[in-house]
T-cell receptor
């Protein structure tokens, strides 16, 4: 099993550009989530999904969109990048909503100029 | 005040020392996670516990639900234990709330 994979590992964007961060898992997990990690702060939940076709907002959803068309994939879209979105982004999955062991992807380091 | 507080924020140790990292929380929880983040950035789950104590190799995690406190112990520390250790709690709404982490450096 590859576990949770994320692409790209690094990305630099200009303000106003859009892009999609990819996340995939091969463990047949129902629950997937996106977090951002900023210096001096704990991981913060952006969006999550409890199954294919179902998504919901987390703590800091503004400026991001998600979709869950399959169990495996959970892409995160930045609609119009802003410098405040400079962060490290982690995708995670678990077999039950927040309840099971969390499996994290390797992270994407995003810089918005 | 953060709902999950970790102490210390930074910790240095000599190889072989016994290490304790503390986590206090202020919300009702159904489970607590300890995670490890290496300098490369990847995050791995160490423990998930809702009561008592768990042990895995040189790592021991304990939780006291009444006192809303958990500790992560590392026995016979080694330089490869150098990492950021993160405490996260699962709240009553099933949301995970993360602490800001404890940065541990173990020197040979």
């Amino acid at each position: 099993n590859a576990g949770v994979t994320q692409t790209p590992k690094f990305q630099v964007l200009k303000t106003g550009q859009s892009m999609t961060l990819q996340c995939a898992q091969d463990m047949n997990h129902e629950y997937m989530s996106w977090y951002r990690q900023d210096p001096g702060m704990g991981l913060r939940l952006i969006h999550y999904s409890v199954g294919a076709g179902i998504t919901d907002q987390g703590e800091v959803p503004n400026g991001y969109n998600v979709s869950r068309s399959t169990t495996e994939d959970f892409p995160l879209r930045l609609l119009s990048a802003a410098p405040s979105q400079t962060s490290v982004y982690f995708c995670a999955s678990s077999s039950r909503k927040g309840a099971g062991e969390q499996f994290f992807g390797p992270g994407t380091r995003l810089t918005v100029l | 005040k953060n709902e999950v507080e970790q102490s210390p924020q930074n910790l240095t140790a000599q190889e072989g020392e016994f290490i304790t990292i503390n986590c206090s929380y202020s919300v009702g929880i159904s489970a607590l996670h300890w995670l490890q983040q290496h300098p490369g950035g990847g995050i791995v789950s160490l423990f998930m516990l809702s009561s008592g104590k768990k042990k895995h190799g040189r790592l021991i995690a304990t939780i006291n639900i009444q006192e809303k406190h958990s500790s992560l112990h590392i026995t016979a520390s080694h330089p490869r234990d150098s990492a950021v250790y993160i405490c996260a709690v699962r709240s009553g709404t099933d949301k995970l709330i993360f602490g800001t982490g404890t940065r541990l450096q173990v020197f040979p």
